[in-house]
């Protein structure tokens, strides 16, 4: 199966400051997810942005998806200490709820 | 609370003795899903369910087995657990399998030392 890979991998900012991440993927989607996941625990679903979408928003979040680069973006605004986490981006090819994930990218926000 | 549950969430085991880790969602999810989590590695899917009784592989299932008896659990069996079993385990439901796709849930994960 695809699989999403992130870049950066690890990002370190100052608290207030925005964080964006990158997602690459290989193939044709059906939809594109972002979860969150705190140190040792269970993953979190953020957004996802089905592949006729390129942008969407959920709070502080902000996702695009270019389907023609088969890439997307991830921004925290206004990061805070508790957006500290791992997050990863993972596909699903055919909406069929197989997700394919990404290595993940360690975000810490110091305050 | 609409919530995912596993355990344990930690076991010491030593090869080849038999284990379960238990999944259980109370949302009424029709798709269920098993992953591990190994560091560099990311999440990889061992063993999905669309439904009841409907069961597949999924991309690293050599060593484990499911079942789906009824909707709401969807247990982990390792029969012979060996050494590289030894991973953070997580499992997830999700609304439906249609053609849409949609988030999942996860469980709080169990993580596994076979020794």
């Known amino acids: 199966s695809q699989q999403g890979e992130e870049d950066p991998q690890a990002l370190s900012i100052q608290e207030g400051e925005n964080a964006t991440m990158n997602c690459s993927y290989k193939?044709?989607?059906?939809?594109l997810q972002w979860y969150r996941q705190n140190s040792g625990r269970g993953l979190v679903h953020l957004i996802l942005?089905?592949?006729?979408?390129r942008e969407k928003h959920s709070g502080r979040l902000r996702v695009t998806l270019d389907t023609s680069k088969k890439s997307s973006s991830l921004l925290i605004t206004a990061s805070r200490a508790a957006d500290t986490a791992s997050y990863f981006c993972a596909t699903d090819a055919n909406g069929n709820n197989r997700l394919a994930f990404g290595k993940g990218n360690q975000v810490v926000v110091i305050p | 609370e609409a919530q995912v549950t596993q355990n344990p969430r930690y076991l010491i085991t030593v090869t080849g003795k038999k284990l379960t880790v238990t999944c259980s969602q109370n949302?009424?999810?029709?798709?269920m899903s098993w992953y591990r989590q190994d560091p560099g590695l990311g999440l990889r899917q061992i063993y999905y369910s669309m439904n009841v009784e409907v069961t597949d592989k999924g991309d690293v299932p050599e060593g484990y087995k499911v079942s789906r008896k009824e909707k709401r659990n969807f247990p982990l069996i390792l029969e012979s657990p060996s050494p590289n079993q030894t991973s953070l385990y997580f499992c997830?439901?999700?609304?439906?399998?249609?053609?849409?796709?949609?988030?999942?849930?996860f469980g709080p994960g169990t993580r596994l030392t076979v020794t």
């Open positions: 997830a439901s999700s609304l439906s399998s249609g053609e849409q796709g949609n988030e999942q849930y």
């Open positions: 193939t044709s989607i059906n939809n």
């Open positions: 942005i089905r592949s006729n979408e």
């Open positions: 949302m009424n999810h029709e798709y």
